[in-house]
């Protein structure tokens, strides 16, 4: 069987995107399988080094699937990638793997460097190895795929244009600045070498299975706790806010009919600042699940700002679709219910991710 290796399978965004792609939810697949005459989805070979941010429950459903193949390992173990290249020869690589929260980055910059950097690094060079080795048909159809970030381009003032692909790279926190390294080494590896990459940088994502560390999951959680939501600085800090399933999607059409060695930016045309979005989860908390008396919005504290906090993120999506006609399906509105119902209908995956090494993180970051 065709399959796509997939690293980072086990975080967020990755296994919203394996959960879909194994659930082949797109017409476009359809007219795929009409166009060869028989039902075709790639196997995914799921790569992950299950850190504090990788579950292996967001899979659970997946678990009697014999299309998913889960590996635990390190995208820095070049023996390791070799010989999953080697076994499974893949048609197509989509690189998930990260440290991915800016906060975490703030505090012990290392691990970021270590699996953005050199991780990614590892992996162009396992990669290279493969393609180049392999027959000329296969050469021209491989795809690497490598998902990123608007925070590259740095921060917006408030009537700025929002980023486009050709705006230039100014990351300013630890994680950004490893995420433009990595952009920088797919870019390279295009120019120089020829392997048929291309690159996404995304806005903020929301949805199912996002570990409660970023600003969605985290009031969701602690509201319901009973405890303090906690607003950076002055909560007027802009955000661009892209529901995952429709990143999914996204990841999809630019590994269909993306043009090798481009970049595309991906958005949610949905520019909120903090505080309404704290204040948008706890209404609708307080029509779907009401405290005994007030409103979750009570809760609401503003604490110390994010050290080097970039104030805007903004995104024009209009290269996606233009050239490969995707566009978001959800509004903010829509995204936001089905995150919260999945969230109160999830209780279990909740609690199992609050570990003490949650615990812990909760303690250094919100202590004071
Ligand atoms: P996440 O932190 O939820 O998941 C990252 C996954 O990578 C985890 O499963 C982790 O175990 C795995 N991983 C980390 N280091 C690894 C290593 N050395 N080898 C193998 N696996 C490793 O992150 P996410 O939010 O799902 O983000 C996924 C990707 O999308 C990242 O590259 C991130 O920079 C990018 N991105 C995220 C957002 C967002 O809003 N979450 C937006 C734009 C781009
Ligand atoms: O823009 C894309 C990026 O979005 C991704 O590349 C990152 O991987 C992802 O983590 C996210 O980065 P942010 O720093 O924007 O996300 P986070 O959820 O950490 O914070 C969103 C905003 O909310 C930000 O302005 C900081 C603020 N915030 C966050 C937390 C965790 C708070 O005010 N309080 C909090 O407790």
Not at 84 to 101: C, G, I, K, T, Y
Not at 333 to 342: P, S, V
């Amino acid at each position: 069987m065709p399959c796509i290796l997939v690293t980072g399978g086990a975080g967020f965004i990755g296994a919203n995107f394996v959960l879909d792609w194994l659930g082949r939810p797109d017409a476009a697949w359809d007219a795929l399988d009409a166009a060869v005459g028989s039902p075709v989805t790639d196997h995914v070979i799921n790569i992950d080094k299950l850190t504090y941010a990788g579950n292996r429950l967001s899979l659970d459903a997946l678990d009697d699937d014999p299309r998913h193949r889960f590996v635990r390992a390190d995208i820095g173990d070049r023996a390791a990638m070799d010989h999953l290249f080697e076994r499974h020869q893949p048609r197509a690589v989509v690189h998930f793997a990260a440290e991915s929260h800016v906060d975490r980055s703030i505090h012990g910059p290392a691990a970021f460097i270590d699996t953005n950097i050199g991780g990614t690094f590892t992996l162009l060079e396992a990669t290279r190895a493969y393609w180049q080795a392999l027959p000329i048909p296969d050469r021209a159809a491989f795809r690497f795929l490598h998902i990123s970030t608007d925070e590259v381009y740095g921060s917006l003032g408030p009537t700025d244009a929002p980023f486009a692909e050709t705006t230039a790279y100014a990351p300013n926190s630890p994680y950004s600045a490893s995420k433009a390294a990595s952009d920088h080494l797919v870019r390279a590896w295009h120019h120089t070498y020829g392997l048929p990459v291309l690159t996404t940088n995304c806005s903020n994502n929301y949805g199912p299975y996002q570990f409660p560390e970023k600003l969605i999951p985290l009031m969701i959680a602690r509201a319901l706790a009973g405890e303090p939501l906690p607003v950076y600085g002055d909560g007027q800090n802009v955000r661009d806010w892209l529901y995952v399933g429709d990143h999914c999607a996204a990841i999809r059409a630019v590994l269909a009919r993306g043009r090798v060695g481009e970049t595309y930016n991906v958005g949610g045309w949905n520019e909120k600042t903090n505080i309404d979005v704290v204040h948008t989860l706890c209404d609708s908390l307080d029509a779907l699940r009401p405290r005994a008396t007030g409103s979750y919005r009570q809760q609401i504290q503003y604490v110390k700002d994010r050290p080097g906090h970039d104030r805007r993120y903004a995104i024009d999506a209009r290269k996606i679709e233009r050239e490969l006609g995707w566009r978001p399906a959800e509004t903010f509105e829509t995204g936001l219910r089905k995150t919260i119902a999945w969230y109160l209908d999830h209780p279990l995956w909740v609690r199992d991710v609050m570990s003490g090494a949650y615990r812990h993180w909760m303690g250094l970051q919100y202590a004071a």
